[in-house]
């Protein structure tokens, strides 16, 4: 179980997310609402220990404080985030891609039975481990993506809008197997612009607002509250088409972009190795 109490959050001065308390149990998919900037890609990074938090905020997963841990630590415990944008290696194969969530000491020993439970929930990525991933459809990628996040055991599976720019056919595939993720007793946190859809595979939810929570109840409920419907479905929310880039912080403008871009290069082609001499077996298969 995963229970965040007291959550807050500064952007310097200013205050990303104020004193939020949620809790996703086991096999539970639990969805965070809330208009564009309400916080929500913040609540996941700040739960995913890629963003500071203040002293008072706790996380705890099982019972066990990991308010202060490092993310690769958070993963090791049991949570893993599909971050928006998905983030995937481009250059590197599906099946390279998804073994690199297998990376964590929990998940070791396992990756073939991890592996194989990724396939069963995306079939079509069996038929695409060799394919290089930056060459996949928007919606096959978001698959792997999901599927990297699950070669690495979690308990708490959280989605930062996995929906984003998917055709409605593989919106629905991708709900589908979150439906079928909890049934293997993963909870799930989801943050969505999808609403309806996310609400209808859902059994709880929360509406998030300027950093706060304002309010929380079954699924059902938030489905047919007037004011939800209003806000969220009733096309009164803005549609985001295009996300900016976040500008980098002040450590990383130091560096010389060259430079940046070198070690970038350098690090992707090193993982490109690793990662083909570790799969070699498994690709031949
Ligand atoms: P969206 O749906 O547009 O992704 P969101 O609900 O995920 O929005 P966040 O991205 O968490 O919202 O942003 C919450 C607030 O914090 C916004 O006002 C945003 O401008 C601000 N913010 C987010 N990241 C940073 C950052 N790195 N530096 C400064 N302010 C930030």
């Known amino acids: 179980m995963l229970d965040c109490r007291d959550l807050s959050v500064f952007y310097g001065p200013h205050l990303a997310l104020a004193g939020v308390s949620i809790?996703?149990?086991?096999?539970?998919?639990?969805?965070?609402l809330g208009a564009n900037g309400a916080g929500k890609s913040t609540l996941l990074k700040t739960i995913s220990g890629l963003i500071d938090h203040e002293e008072e905020s706790k996380i705890f997963i099982d019972g066990r404080s990991i308010s202060d841990w490092d993310?690769?630590?958070i993963v090791e415990a049991g949570l893993s985030m599909v971050?928006?944008?998905?983030?995937?290696?481009?250059?590197?194969?599906?099946?390279?891609?998804l073994m690199l969530g297998a990376y964590p000491r929990r998940a070791r020993g396992e990756e073939e039975a991890n592996l194989d439970h990724v396939m069963t929930l995306f079939p079509k990525l069996a038929e695409r481990r060799k394919q290089?991933?930056?060459?996949?459809?928007?919606?096959?990628?978001?698959?792997?993506a999901v599927g990297r996040a699950m070669m690495s055991a979690p308990s708490i599976l959280m989605l930062d809008e996995p929906s984003l720019g998917l055709s409605p056919l593989l919106c629905s595939e991708l709900f589908k197997a979150l439906a079928e993720i909890r049934k293997s007793g993963v909870g799930i946190l989801l943050v969505e612009q999808n609403v309806k859809q996310s609400l209808a595979i859902s059994d709880r939810g929360y509406l998030l607002e300027t950093g706060r929570i304002t309010g929380e109840g079954t699924a059902e409920a938030l489905a047919n509250d007037q004011a939800v419907?209003?806000?969220?479905?009733?096309?009164?929310t803005r549609v985001k088409t295009r996300r900016l880039e976040r500008?980098?912080?002040?450590?990383?403008?130091?560096?010389?972009?060259?430079?940046?871009?070198?070690?970038?290069?350098?690090r992707q082609s090193d993982h490109i190795m690793t990662m083909r001499s570790r799969t070699g077996d498994i690709q031949d298969r």
């Not at 971050?83 to 891609?97: A, H, I, Q, Y």
């Open 132 to 144: 290089i991933a930056r060459t996949m459809s928007g919606g096959e990628q978001q698959m792997v």
């Open 247 to 266: 500008l980098p912080t002040s450590d990383t403008l130091k560096c010389n972009i060259h430079d940046l871009i070198k070690r970038a290069e350098q």
């Open 229 to 236: 419907l209003r806000a969220y479905l009733g096309g009164t």
């Open 83 to 97: 971050p928006e944008g998905r983030d995937l290696f481009g250059e590197l194969t599906v099946l390279e891609n």
């Open 71 to 73: 993310p690769h630590q």
């Open 23 to 32: 809790n996703i149990k086991p096999g539970e998919i639990v969805t965070i």
